[in-house]
């Protein structure tokens, strides 16, 4: 019975070690698509707006719409 519970205990100490290095992983993949982001964003720099006004221009034309 004893080495039950030894057992036991042990296994939940494994899945709380693993929930923290799950969360440092998590945090890993956020601080990667920040930055991704970022370098993004100063790559394009002032030509974003522009992406964005012909993107929005072509969407609207090929639906039929017209944008004031």
Do not use: P, Q, W
Not at 23 to 50: M, P, W
């Amino acid at each position: 019975m004893l080495d039950y519970l030894r057992i036991m205990l042990a296994a939940r100490t494994e899945k709380m070690d693993e929930r923290g290095a799950s969360a440092v992983e998590y945090g890993l993949l956020i601080a990667g698509i920040a930055a991704l982001i970022v370098v993004v964003v100063f790559a394009f720099g002032d030509n974003i707006s522009d992406i964005f006004e012909d993107t929005c221009k072509s969407v609207a034309s090929a639906s039929g719409c017209t944008s004031d």
